[in-house]
């Protein structure tokens, strides 16, 4: 095979484009002895990608395994124990699940009830008067507020700042910062 067909398919292979077909392809070309020089590079990682798809487990690998879990002779006997205790198994889970449910029973019929938001003033005049005072000092620290706005704002118009100049919205478009200082 060519080097340049090699080098489309490297090209291929490194943008993961590449078929089964294309892999096997170039896993033989490397494997050869036709590998021109400025390809070698590439020898070790597809001869290690063919090392590793050889790779198999070896014999009575599955047995070793069964006798390390201890799989074969435990086995009934676990089955016959889960067997014999079945029943018990139902009777107490069946208490748990009638003894949880009376708990919850309790607990709801003696929680408190009564509704969030409930009329806390006898006197409607008292209600009236705390209202007031509520919205007057929300109004209060509105205002406070809105007053510091309008100073900060104040402050950075007295700042004499080139604002065109060092506009970052403005990337498209750039003003150079001589043709600004010619307006003004």
């Not at 033989?28 to 020089?37: D, R």
């Not at 074969?72 to 006997?77: D, I």
């Not at 929680?111 to 009236?128: G, S």
């Not at 509105?142 to 060092?166: C, G, H, N, P, Y």
Request: aromatic share 10%; proline share 3%; hydrophobic share 40%.
């Amino acid at each position: 095979m060519n080097s340049e067909k090699m080098n489309s398919l490297l090209e291929k292979y490194w943008n993961c484009e590449t078929s089964v077909q294309e892999e096997k392809e170039l896993q033989t070309f490397f494997s050869g002895n036709s590998v021109p020089e400025e390809l070698r590079q590439y020898v070790p990682l597809f001869s290690y990608i063919k090392d590793e798809q050889s790779i198999s487990l070896s014999d009575g690998f599955s047995e070793r395994l069964q006798n390390a879990f201890g799989v074969e002779g435990e086995g009934k006997e676990r089955y016959i124990t889960i067997r014999i205790f079945r029943p018990l198994l139902r009777i107490a889970v069946s208490v748990l699940l009638v003894v949880g449910m009376g708990v919850s029973f309790y607990f709801i019929s003696k929680q408190d009830n009564r509704p969030q938001f409930v009329e806390t003033f006898e006197d409607p005049n008292a209600a009236m008067q705390h209202a007031a005072y509520a919205l007057e000092k929300l109004s209060h620290a509105l205002r406070k507020s809105e007053t510091a706005s309008v100073e900060t704002i104040q402050f950075i118009d007295d700042l004499d700042i080139d604002w065109i100049a060092i506009d970052s919205l403005n990337k498209d478009n750039p003003v150079e910062i001589d043709s600004v200082e010619s307006e003004e």
